[in-house]
């Protein structure tokens, strides 16, 4: 009990507030809730694991088995990284709708993995709409960020998707900071694709 109490004092007189985008400060709760191990294999942990990727997909209102939800350990731009260079072929080819700096570090990201990259971008005030754009030839991949933190702007996903759909481009939403706020289905049309909801 008296090294809980000293863990508990250190949180407390160490605890920074954390000024940058996400949500990253944590409760005092939330700590000591995580000072208790499992490991990887025990049971009780893969169970926890597994509702966890149940209830992702139940906020992107789809299941098992047609969908599935990989967790992935590290920061938004890890996760982001991670699926634009695992899920582009080399051939392949990025179109990234940007009205922010996070569309930006998406183009970013492809210029580095070696992934060839065709860029729309609007003004940073405005939504990116299906009119702004058209998929060029061997467009095989199309990037959007849903919410662009930096402004707060809502990009309407549902309606590129229809049109990233219909060009048969598999398509790539950053949902990094709307993911479980904004409702999303992802059983529509738009979204039935080999999409990937970066997260």
Same mark, same amino acid.
Request: charged fraction near 25%; proline fraction near 4%; hydrophobic fraction near 45%.
């Given at each position: ?96 709708? %940007?009205?922010? &700096?996070?569309?930006?570090?998406? /183009?970013? +990201?492809?210029? #580095?993995?070696?992934?060839?990259? !065709? @860029? ?7 939504? %990116?709409?299906? &009119?702004?754009?058209?998929?060029? /030839?061997? +467009?095989?991949? #199309?990037?959007?960020?849903?919410? !662009? @933190? ?50």
């Amino acid at each position: 009990m008296e090294t809980k109490r000293t863990i508990w004092l250190m949180i407390a007189t160490m605890n920074k507030l954390l000024f940058t985008p996400g949500p990253l400060t944590t409760s005092l709760s939330v700590k000591e809730t995580m000072l208790r191990d499992l490991g990887s294999r025990d049971s009780e942990f893969l169970e926890i694991v597994r509702e966890i990727r149940e209830q992702l997909l139940a906020l992107g209102n789809v299941a098992r088995p047609e969908y599935e939800c990989v967790l992935m350990q590290g920061s938004g731009t890890f996760a982001i990284e991670a699926v634009i260079s695992s899920a582009i072929p080399r051939d392949g080819r990025l179109l990234v709708l %940007i009205n922010g &700096a996070y569309g930006r570090r998406i /183009e970013k +990201i492809a210029r #580095v993995h070696g992934i060839a990259v !065709e @860029t729309i971008e609007v003004e940073e005030n405005r939504k %990116i709409t299906a &009119a702004d754009f058209k998929l060029g /030839e061997g +467009i095989s991949h #199309v990037a959007v960020v849903h919410c !662009e @933190t930096t402004t707060g702007i809502l990009n309407p996903i549902e309606e590129i998707g229809e049109k990233v759909a219909a060009a048969g481009a598999c398509y790539i939403v950053d949902a990094m900071s709307s993911f479980g706020a904004i409702p999303v289905n992802l059983g529509r049309r738009a979204y039935r694709l080999p999409g990937l909801l970066g997260e």
